[in-house]
């Protein structure tokens, strides 16, 4: 019978080379597709809207990256600009930088009761300025108003308050009393005939806040109260070049458009556009028109009455001069500043107690606010009032606009600052934040627009804790006049740009930070920082505005070639994936670094969390300061596609090798029990005259039948995988099952057979229960029970360190986003890998107690034959399997505490665990299946 036959003959090992064969094809597919899956999960999410970040050489700033690159510090030129523009591989070269801080008064407040007087063909010929559709009186219903004829006393409360969404605080609080009725008309006698107007009842006084608020007054529509000046509020303004910007942003940039119709340098002056605009009065502006907006070189600027209404304010009050620029700009829309404003309304009576509590109306800024012109009024409705001033159109089309004309400033322009602290396991960094002087807001101004002095006691000045620096800018401008040109949604752009890589694009797609810890440590849910009224706080919302580079210089001020740009954005020419690119990017960046620049490589970069400890964050009455506590934020984790890719690549092909590895050192321990059953075959030839070499290549002859097909299967799996990581694995199997065969082989050697079962023995065991029995055969067939033992061990051992592996996946993945999403796309494969390895090593376990299965039927019959019952028979087989499994127990528990220690550390207790459960879970399984 030659080697082949034999092989067949041999169950146990043709079914252990079967079992090792399918493992390692469904070990190294799964691998494989796990491979794949992962570099397809980091090539699609590494690559973003631009591979290179430049910056002026500041020094190293570690493995992350701060999100605010507009810093106002510039350190680039424009000749340097170009010369990168002018390079071979550069696709696209988008400069960036912070034009200013910029304060502006909220347009001022009003309390609008509904006190609708009806139609009156005088007044509504005046208001309509001449549009005839809203003349029909059949369109107009009756009159209506919730005030009486009779002035009844009021009082008004008004407030507003702010939250940076840890605490909130009241920035003033204000009230007037007086009396307000209903509306009348008045019909006077003058030259040319008679004349309407519209005048409050007998005796009404009005309600007055104290300056520079207004009174109140009464229209065909609303009896109006002007109400306290809202907070002041500051945004920033970036530059951006609008061509390359939206090279850069695609679709998602549309709204730059408009600035490049922007009027070159030599044409923006503040009074010949403010002069242009208030000629559209005289010369006559359709409804259309007024809606739409007048044409202004190609745009149709539908924001142009706040900017004239604006501009006649700045020219009255001398904050405009002949050098005074106009500045295009893109507004945001709507903000994230949590600012709420309340009127409190109560009827009292003459000695100043409440007759009747009418209600409370508040209004936060929303959607509905636009930095430096108003979309809307910001107006509040009295308690059961309607708007009935559409009748004449849309109210909005002409808006007044902010209070007054923005201050532009340089102060506090800079990024917050912050200091490294300890690293985590999976190589998140703690930061600390610097926190810088504190910057007293909530002023009113000194004087209102008309020169009168202002109470100041309406207002509650705040204390808030700045994070930035002033800017350097040298010479001090004439004040700049804000002409808008359209509006931008900072979250579409921050769309465009992606969550997993999301690389900053500058002062336009902030990162919000949230406050996880307080400053006691304990968890705090869901809870996102609001923006601060002056913009020095840590949290910042996106810029107010965007402008080009002109409207810098206005703004600044430079020379022809001054460094002023603070960051460039550069997309290298070739296309492709993230590890296509690599190469061409490299030498990109080294050609921007040889021009004296920082050229930081953001291709296969991501998002990461970096925890920041903010201390004095806030200060009491007594002037105390208290701690914020632990905020996230959004920074990026450079180099993160390499990180991610090396270390859940390793983690693979751990796992490929453990799970092959491990079959084939109990594939060894099979075969070693298994030698002991042929050791009959072994005597029995060497009676023959055969020599010990002959057996031991009878044997090994067998086994390389098994070894054939191991490498056999290992060179077509190497083959269609194509990876050095299969060859690798394939060969380690073959190389561990041909030094398991050779061991096997030595155990053939001649021996003095000892008779293991002596009949007349005083320390002979009385087999007295199924305990006992099982003790006593253990103990005869020591050889046997100790290789099942170390089989099951290594079972144990194998199973921890599989699993401490993948437990480990995501500390080994990082913090990034990237490697949550890598670690995802792995894990299933991952735990089919894992879940392989443990069915493998149990089906050789199994194996290994089933090659004395033919003596355990004999004795177990004498047993049965002697008058044991099944419950006893189990019960012996349990016994075999429980001291099996109390000698494997710390071989599989140390053993898998040390393959935890040497893989993954952090999870080697987990390791230690699972191979308990391992070798535990083991014992009832072979004694159901090994009957």
Not at 266 to 281: I, T, Y
């Amino acid at each position: 019978m030659n080697a082949v036959q034999r092989f067949i003959r041999s169950k146990v090992l043709l079914l252990t080379a079967a079992i090792l064969i399918a493992a390692m094809c469904l070990s190294v597919l799964v691998q494989t597709q796990s491979q794949a899956a992962l570099n397809r999960t980091v090539d699609e999410n590494s690559r973003g809207l631009y591979d290179i970040l430049v910056q002026a050489k500041a020094g190293s700033g570690g493995a992350l990256m701060q999100p605010e690159i507009a810093t106002g510090q510039g350190g680039i030129s424009f000749d340097q600009l170009q010369g990168i523009r002018d390079l071979q591989g550069t696709s696209v070269a988008a400069p960036i930088s912070l034009v200013s801080r910029v304060t502006q008064n909220l347009e001022a407040p009003r309390l609008e009761a509904m006190d609708y007087l009806g139609f009156n063909s005088g007044l509504v010929g005046t208001a309509t300025a001449g549009d005839p559709s809203a003349t029909d009186p059949g369109k107009w219903p009756a009159a209506e108003s919730v005030l009486d004829e009779t002035p009844k006393k009021y009082r008004l409360t008004a407030s507003a308050t702010s939250s940076d969404g840890s605490s909130e605080q009241t920035l003033f609080k204000s009230s007037a009393e007086g009396t307000l009725g209903k509306g009348r008309l008045v019909e006077e006698q003058t030259d040319g005939g008679t004349s309407v107007r519209i005048a409050g009842p007998a005796g009404e006084t009005g309600i007055k806040f104290p300056a520079p608020a207004g009174g109140s007054e009464h229209n065909l529509f609303n009896l109006t109260v002007a109400l306290p000046m809202a907070p002041e509020v500051t945004e920033s303004v970036v530059a951006v070049d609008p061509v390359a910007e939206r090279a850069l942003l695609g679709t998602a940039g549309d709204f730059l458009a408009p600035l490049e119709k922007a009027p070159p340098a030599d044409a923006r002056n503040a009074a010949a556009v403010g002069q242009h605009f208030e000629s559209l009065f005289t010369s006559g502006i359709s409804m259309k028109e007024l809606e739409e907006g007048p044409d202004f070189l190609g745009v149709k600027l539908k924001y142009w009455a706040p900017l004239m209404t604006q501009y006649q304010q700045a020219k009255i009050s001398g904050q405009l001069t002949e050098d005074s620029q106009a500045i295009p700009l893109i507004v945001r829309s709507g903000t994230s500043l949590d600012l709420k404003y309340s009127v409190k309304i109560e009827e009292i009576d003459d000695a100043g107690n409440v007759v009747k509590d009418v209600g409370t109306v508040d209004r936060s800024l929303g959607k509905d606010y636009l930095p430096f012109v108003s979309k809307s009024p910001f107006a509040l409705s009295w308690p059961g009032s309607t708007d009935h001033s559409k009748l004449l159109g849309n109210p909005a089309s002409f808006g007044r606009g902010l209070y007054t004309p923005a201050t532009w400033s340089t102060n506090f322009a800079s990024a917050p600052k912050y200091a490294d602290g300890s690293t985590a396991a999976n190589g998140a960094v703690d930061k600390t934040a610097t926190a810088g002087e504190w910057v007293t807001v909530n002023r009113l101004p000194e004087k209102t627009a008309a020169g009168e002095p202002v109470d100041q006691t309406q207002r509650n000045p705040v204390d808030e804790r700045s994070y930035r620096e002033n800017l350097d800018t040298g010479e001090k401008l004439a004040s700049p006049l804000a002409m808008v040109y359209g509006t931008f949604d900072p979250a579409a752009v921050q769309e465009a740009a992606g969550d997993v890589n999301r690389l900053p694009l500058g002062g336009y797609d902030p990162t919000p930070l949230t406050l996880t810890k307080d400053a006691q440590g304990k968890d705090v849910q869901d809870t996102t920082l609001k923006p601060s009224l002056s913009a020095t706080g840590l949290a910042s919302q996106s810029a107010g505005a965007i402008t080009d580079y002109y409207g810098l210089a206005a703004a600044r001020g430079y020379e022809k070639n001054a460094s002023v740009i603070d960051a460039v954005r550069v997309r290298a020419a070739t296309p492709g994936s993230w590890k296509q690119v690599q190469p061409d990017v490299e030498k990109l960046a080294n050609e921007i670094r040889d021009m004296g620049l920082e050229a930081t490589i953001v291709a296969g970069s991501a998002r990461e969390d970096a925890n920041i400890f903010v201390p004095g964050y806030s200060k009491d009455g007594a002037g105390k300061e208290s701690a914020l506590g632990t905020v996230q934020q959004s920074w990026v984790r450079q180099d993160a596609a390499d990180a991610v890719s090396g270390s859940l690549t390793t983690t693979n092909i751990t796992l490929l090798f453990l799970t092959l590895c491990g079959a084939a050192l109990l594939t060894g321990a099979s075969t070693v029990s298994y030698v002991r059953q042929r050791r009959r075959e072994a005597g029995t030839l060497r009676a023959m005259g055969w020599t010990q070499r002959r057996i031991r290549s009878w044997v090994l002859e067998e086994f390389a039948v098994g070894a054939g097909l191991l490498a056999l299967a290992g060179i077509i799996l190497s083959l269609l995988s194509w990876n050095l990581a299969t060859v690798i694995v394939s060969a380690s199997v073959l190389v561990l099952y041909a030094a398991a065969a050779f061991f096997a082989a030595q155990q053939l050697r001649h021996r003095e057979e000892i008779d293991q079962e002596p009949q007349h023995d005083e320390r002979l065991i009385a087999v007295d229960s199924p305990l006992t029995f099982a003790n006593r055969q253990l103990t005869t067939n020591r050889f046997n029970a100790i290789s099942l033992a170390v089989a099951v061990g290594v079972f144990g051992a194998a199973v921890g360190g599989l699993i401490a592996l993948l437990i480990d996946i995501p500390r080994a993945a990082g913090a990034s986003a990237l490697s949550g999403m890598a670690a995802a796309s792995v894990a299933l494969p991952s735990i089919i890998l894992g879940l392989a390895g443990v069915a493998v090593g149990l089906l050789l376990t199994l194996v290994t107690g089933r090659f004395e299965l033919q003596a355990k039927r004999q004795y177990l019959g004498t047993l049965e034959a002697m008058g044991w019952n099944p419950d006893m028979l189990g019960q012996v087989r349990f016994f075999e399997n429980v001291l099996v499994g109390a000698v494997a127990v710390p071989l599989g528990v140390l053993g898998a505490l040390g393959v935890g220690l040497l893989l993954a550390p952090y999870a080697a207790l987990w390791a230690a665990v699972a191979g308990l459960v391992a070798v535990l879970c083991w014992i009832p399984i072979a004694t159901k299946v090994v009957q």
